[in-house]
């Protein structure tokens, strides 16, 4: 481009010097063509004073002319060469004779004229005429400098402009391919940020719509972010209330968020963490956690992404599933402990009861086997309550009004409760029957009204209501163990104490108790959990501390419409009169107890120890048999196989099962099959003869 630009310029200077020469050269051509024409014309007016020979005007005319024309000098000359008059002068001052010496631009240029007279030659005018060029060579010179320098920034400003537009082109075209690939980037950026508004709709939806409770949160525990379900587990009314709750409050245990966050950072993520938080209302749940750990560059953990699985009514059912075998393991025990247990007691009682009869009640002795007996009969309670408990008590269900067999209860229950705690009886008007055992809703009530009463510091009130319920499959119940069906309603509250969290948790565990020692056994609501239980029934308990206690017993409602009261009238045990009565017994110490205390009754008494024996004895026997008592379980036969073999021989014989253990042979469920008597063990004296002369009755 330079050197381009320099041939230009070259070229141009040299354009420019010669027309310069040339314009020169024209300017003295005219200059000289202009001198000689002036030269002829003051050669014309010498004529005359050349001839009339005229010095005087003649030099004044050549001064003139000098003076005018700027000639160095004039002269004229006759034809024969003889000077007529001559005017010269200092042709050049200053500049001009420095510029003529060094030959620039001044110079003198020589014209010669012939002096005519009537077209006859008389003579020569010579002039050397000064040619001051300098001014206008210079003028020249400085309008073509000015000229050239325009034109070579002219070509600059050209060049430049073209380098400019060449530049503008390559940086158009450069902007222009930018532009495509930038509206490139743009379409791609527009794509790539539709994708991820679209990624983000559905993360969003993901989170939002999870039916687990989603949520961001620093590791200080405070909530960033959170979807609906998030507050539906925890009851908050908006995102707000959520954000402005500290994660470690709704923890139940706070060292169980020190673990998790341990747990978390160890392994960068947590699954099927469980605990139990708190609702904000402060109920609590019970939840399964995974969550996620994201670290920042340094290492530090910065968030943590999370789920929460409400698993409450799971964890309710396997708790329940837990207790309930647990309640089934104490009720197998409970069942093997009774059945040699209740044989043992049975001799005490028994045969206390036979001492009692041949003792007089004024001797110190007397005494002695009273508190023996006492002692027998709580043993005897302990495993009747054991057995309740496991829903092994054998029962005889009736139909009932649960209202007339409740007031049949209350003078007991008074007298029970002592007479500083007011008992009010709130029956409802036609609350429905129930089929259960009499005696067992003596029980329910019993322990619930002392348990009222030793919840009660002096001055109380316990409150007995029935009441008819109805559950729907769609009911949103706050009763976990509430089953679709029409239940009549058992309500026993107070007002006392109250009942902690930890109280509420165990409190239908066998022996579990807050009563001093030898206060009590821990159980009376164990027994009524087991006879609520055995009857198809549930129970609710709402307790809370300072607050009183209630318990809801649901019983399903029975609709006939046949229904006898829970009452029996006690009557006393009249002897035998002679009546024969075989006893099959395998415990041999029950066995010759019963055969003592039936033969004191009146009783004529048959006894063995084997059912093979009995058979023999039997079919041997050549008398009138008019009943078989027997024990349920014996190690040949059970008592239900050898009553079917002895009535093929005698069809009239009465029958009465006992045992210390109900047994599916005569019972199912603990429910004892119809038109079969049963007494349990241990009896009394007093027991045994109603329950014989009853069964001859009938």
């Not at 048959?606 to 078989?628: F, N, Q, Y």
Request: aromatic content about 8%; charged content about 25%; glycine content about 6%.
């Amino acid at each position: 481009m330079n050197r381009k630009y320099f041939t230009v310029i070259a070229a141009a200077a040299l354009l420019f010097l010669v027309l310069y020469t040339t314009l020169v050269l024209i300017h003295e051509y005219q200059v000289r063509k202009k001198a000689h024409a002036r030269i002829a014309v003051h050669a014309d007016m010498m004529s005359s004073l050349l001839w009339n020979y005229n010095e005087k005007a003649a030099s004044q005319y050549l001064f003139l002319a000098a003076e005018l024309e700027n000639y160095a000098s004039v002269m004229v000359m006759d034809t024969r060469g003889n000077v007529f008059q001559k005017v010269s002068k200092e042709p050049f001052q200053g500049m001009e004779r420095f510029s003529s010496a060094i030959g620039l631009m001044n110079h003198l240029h020589p014209l010669e004229a012939p002096v005519r007279y009537n077209d006859r030659i008389i003579g020569t005018l010579q002039a050397k005429r000064i040619c001051k060029t300098i001014y206008f060579d210079a003028m020249l010179l400085l309008l073509l400098v000015l000229i050239f320098m325009i034109f070579v920034l002219y070509t600059r400003l050209a060049g430049e402009k073209k380098v400019l537009e060449n530049r503008v082109g390559d940086r158009t075209r450069a902007l222009s391919e930018l532009n495509v690939n930038l509206q490139d980037e743009i379409r791609q950026h527009k794509a790539a940020r539709q994708a991820l508004e679209k990624s983000e709709q559905r993360y969003r939806a993901y989170f939002e719509e999870n039916i687990a409770g989603a949520y961001i949160s620093t590791p200080s525990g405070r909530l960033i972010d959170c979807n609906q379900k998030y507050l539906d587990i925890f009851g908050f009314r908006d995102k707000a209330q959520a954000l402005d709750t500290p994660i470690k409050d709704i923890y139940d245990h706070r060292e169980e968020r020190r673990q998790f966050l341990d747990a978390l950072v160890e392994n960068k993520k947590v699954s099927a963490f469980e605990t139990t938080f708190r609702k904000i209302d402060g109920s609590k749940i019970h939840l399964i956690e995974n969550a996620a750990a994201v670290f920042d560059e340094n290492g530090r953990l910065d968030h943590i992404r999370g789920f929460l699985l409400d698993v409450t009514e799971k964890h309710r059912l396997e708790m329940q599933l837990i207790q309930t075998q647990k309640m089934e393991s104490i009720g197998r025990l409970a069942g093997g402990v009774a059945h040699d247990f209740n044989n043992m007691l049975n001799v005490i009682l028994g045969h206390t009861d036979l001492a009692l009869d041949k003792i007089d009640a004024s001797e110190p002795l007397h005494n002695h086997l009273q508190q023996i007996r006492h002692a027998a009969e709580h043993s005897t309670d302990i495993t009747r309550q054991l057995l309740a408990f496991a829903r092994k008590q054998t029962i005889s269900p009736r139909v009932l009004d649960l209202n007339k067999t409740v007031e049949g209860t209350l003078k007991m229950l008074r007298r029970l409760i002592g007479e500083d705690i007011d008992l009010v009886w709130k029956p409802a008007d036609h609350p429905g029957a129930v089929k259960m055992d009499p005696s067992q809703i003596h029980q329910i009530l019993a322990n619930l009204c002392v348990n009222a009463r030793d919840a009660i510091e002096g001055v109380g009130r316990v409150i007995i209501e029935t009441r008819k319920k109805r559950f729907y499959e769609q009911d949103d119940s706050d009763l976990p163990d509430a089953i679709p069906g029409e239940f009549v309603m058992l309500r026993v509250t107070d007002d006392g104490c109250g009942m902690d969290q930890h109280t509420l948790d165990n409190l239908f565990d066998p022996f579990f108790t807050t009563k001093e020692v030898g206060k009590g056994t821990g159980l009376g609501l164990s027994t009524v959990y087991g006879i609520v239980k055995q009857n198809n029934g549930f129970i609710h308990v709402n307790s809370q501390l300072n607050q009183g206690s209630s318990f809801d017993i649901f019983l399903p409602c029975y609709k006939d419409t046949a229904v006898t009261h829970g009452s029996d009238s006690p009557e006393s045990a009249p002897a035998g009169k002679g009546e024969s009565i075989l006893v099959v017994e395998d415990e041999v110490s029950i066995m010759e107890l019963l055969e003592t205390m039936l033969g004191q009754l009146g009783y004529t008494v048959l006894a063995e120890s084997s059912p093979r024996a009995a058979l023999d004895l039997v079919k041997a026997h050549t008398g009138r048999i008019d009943m078989l008592i027997t024990d349920v379980i014996m190690p040949d036969m059970n008592g239900r196989e050898l009553a079917r073999q002895v009535r093929e021989l005698y069809p009239e014989i009465r029958l009465l099962f006992m045992s210390g253990y109900p047994a599916d042979v005569i019972a199912q469920q603990g429910v004892l099959d119809k038109g079969v008597q049963f007494i349990q063990k241990p009896f009394s004296m007093q027991d045994i003869a109603m329950k014989v002369h009853q069964a001859l009755k009938d």
